[in-house]
């Protein structure tokens, strides 16, 4: 008998939403702002970064990839203003 993979899930209140804006959050550092371009509730997301705040070096603006869900907090505007 073949044994599944775990998969990692972010509750739902926490995903986001597709075609949103976020600030993306990894070990407690902010490191891009992205819109959301693919994300069906499942592990991986595919993101477009329209913001690369600190890291221009690594991030530039439009790249397009893949990320792991849960390991990201998701920030939207209204969030980091409180």
């Not at 490191?31 to 329209?50: H, M, N, Q």
């Not at 690594?58 to 920030?75: C, N, S």
């Amino acid at each position: 008998m073949t044994k599944r993979p775990q998969h990692e899930k972010l509750p739902k209140e926490l995903a986001p939403e597709t075609g949103g804006v976020y600030t993306l959050v990894h070990e407690g550092e902010a490191l891009y702002e992205a819109e959301i371009v693919k994300y069906s509730g499942g592990c991986w997301a595919t993101v477009r970064v329209t913001d690369p705040l600190k890291h221009a070096d690594t991030y530039k603006i439009g790249d397009e990839f893949q990320i792991r869900v849960a390991m990201y907090q998701f920030l939207a505007d209204a969030e980091q203003a409180s």
